[in-house]
């Protein structure tokens, strides 16, 4: 939520600064030149003002057409720049304040304190929510609504009608992206509907529609609607490119090689990740330039380089740690796991697994444990150690149970416990056992075929 600095060397022309002024500029132009004058550009300020001064001296304009335009619309900008402005900083201090409080009184705040209606607070909400939807997506679902609880109800005269559609638009789309992430798949499309129309109803920003089609894709991809998923992905990446921003083009490449590794195509994938690896920015988002190198690192094990993943995976180690991130650590070694195993490194791929393991049942986190115990299972089946697979496929049951697992992934479990106990666990069944774990995540209702 960092502020971007006062530029000396501004690079804005007259030209987008006087289109900006008489209202002409549009959706990305329209938020890059607003941002930067707040950031207190020197030069664009000192140019605004000037055009302000010469209307209040009645000195004539330049075109008896150009000026009144010019005028009416500095002097609105004016009074809702120093609102916002002021509004900015004040929104800071009160975001601080209000992360000191547990969630149960800071929805009693939001609720009955007008004092967080303005439209700068509830954009610092979306943004600490974005976030959090890597290490907590509860946590984000429920700052997205607490940003929406506040834009239902902002007074629209300060902003603008449509600024504020836009905002009500953007909240319901970070509670779409974190419903999905939580598995609440009708939910997600639901938020992301009406997001869709409030949208459509604003001031058409593109950024705002490269950002809803991003979650899109990534609700129609949880689905398993790969042909419409790859379509989103890519109109949003094509928006981000031309807007001139790749580190966003970059976060959408990345969701379409996660469509194409669904469909199959790893050539593909490999194809968006390693673009991806040259437009996404560390320092604007530490999570998912993260991400980028995981996601590639598994691609390079699930083609067959597990030398090279395991390269990977040691480069970006003490990132992870200096994250503080628990949920991407433990993914992390989940992935040392499987690599280690392509590379027969058995006992301690054992231990990367078992490890992965005691952490995501730690977290409450029952589906990423019953996909890692398979992996476990694996690395035990493959050196032969068939008592190793019957001890993992008993105490994985035991977890699910104390963690409330539904039946019907309990009762799947069971076929693959049968099966340890047979001894006739296979690479086949463990991926099938794999695929439906994952798809069990977001249909918890969902049988399992045996």
């Known amino acids: 939520m960092s502020d971007p600095s006062p530029r000396e060397d501004c690079l804005i022309p007259a030209g987008d600064l006087l289109r900006f002024a008489a209202g002409e500029a549009r ?33 004539p304009p330049a075109t008896d057409s150009e000026l009144p335009s010019i005028s009416g619309i500095l002097a609105g900008l004016g009074a809702r720049a120093a609102r916002i402005e002021r509004e900015r900083g004040e929104a800071r201090s009160l975001l601080r304040d209000f992360a000191r409080h547990p969630v149960a009184r800071q929805w009693t705040l939001v609720r009955n304190s007008r004092r967080f209606d303005t439209w700068s607070f509830a954009a610092g909400l979306i943004d600490a929510s974005f976030e959090a939807i890597y290490d907590d997506p509860r946590r984000a679902r429920e ?4 940003a929406l609880e506040i834009a239902g109800r902002l007074d629209p005269g300060p902003y603008g009608d449509r600024a504020v559609l836009d905002l009500r638009g953007r909240a319901l789309g970070h509670v779409g992206n974190a419903r ?17 129309t409030l949208l459509d109803e604003g001031t058409g920003d593109p ?36 807007l001139g921003d790749r580190h966003l083009e970059g976060r959408s490449r990345v969701n379409e090689g996660a469509i194409q590794i669904l469909r199959g195509n790893l050539d593909q994938a490999g194809k968006c990740y390693r673009e991806a690896l040259e437009m996404v920015e560390e320092e604007r988002d530490r999570h998912l330039f993260l991400a980028v190198r995981h996601n590639f690192a598994w691609w390079l094990m699930e083609t067959g380089d597990g030398a090279a993943a395991l390269e990977q995976v040691d480069r970006f180690r003490a990132d992870y740690q200096s994250l503080g991130d628990r949920s991407a650590q433990l993914r ?23 490890e992965a393991i005691d952490g995501f049942a730690e977290a409450e986190l029952p589906y990423e444990v019953a996909n890692t115990s398979l992996d476990l299972a694996l690395v035990y089946a493959e050196a032969n150690r068939f008592a190793d697979v019957r001890r993992v ?41 794999a695929r439906y774990y994952a798809e069990a995540k977001l249909r918890p209702d969902l049988a399992f075929e045996a």
């Not at 030149?33 to 000192?46: F, Q, T």
């Not at 992430?181 to 509907?193: I, K, M, P, V």
């Not at 992390?332 to 078992?354: F, H, I, P």
């Open 27 to 59: 959706g990305a132009d329209r938020r890059r030149i607003l941002e930067h004058v707040l950031a207190g550009c020197p030069r664009c300020r000192e140019s605004l003002d000037a055009l302000r001064e010469l209307r209040h001296d009645g000195t």
């Open 143 to 146: 700052l997205a609504d607490m």
């Open 180 to 196: 999905r992430a939580l598995g609440d798949l009708a939910g997600a499309e639901s938020c992301l509907r009406q997001a869709r």
């Open 207 to 242: 950024l705002d529609d490269a950002e809803l089609l991003y979650y899109e894709a990534s609700l129609l991809r949880a689905r398993r609607e790969l042909d419409l998923a790859l379509r989103k992905a890519r109109r949003s990446a094509r928006i981000y490119r031309e």
């Open 332 to 354: 992390l070694r989940w992935l040392e796991g499987r690599v280690l195993n392509r590379l027969a490194r058995t006992d301690e791929a054992a231990a990367a697994l078992t």
């Open 393 to 433: 496929a008993a105490e994985t049951l035991v977890l699910f149970r104390s963690l409330g697992v539904e039946r019907e992934a309990i009762a799947a479990w069971l076929v693959f416990q049968q099966a340890a106990e047979a001894e006739a666990v296979t690479l086949a069944l463990i991926e099938r056992l």
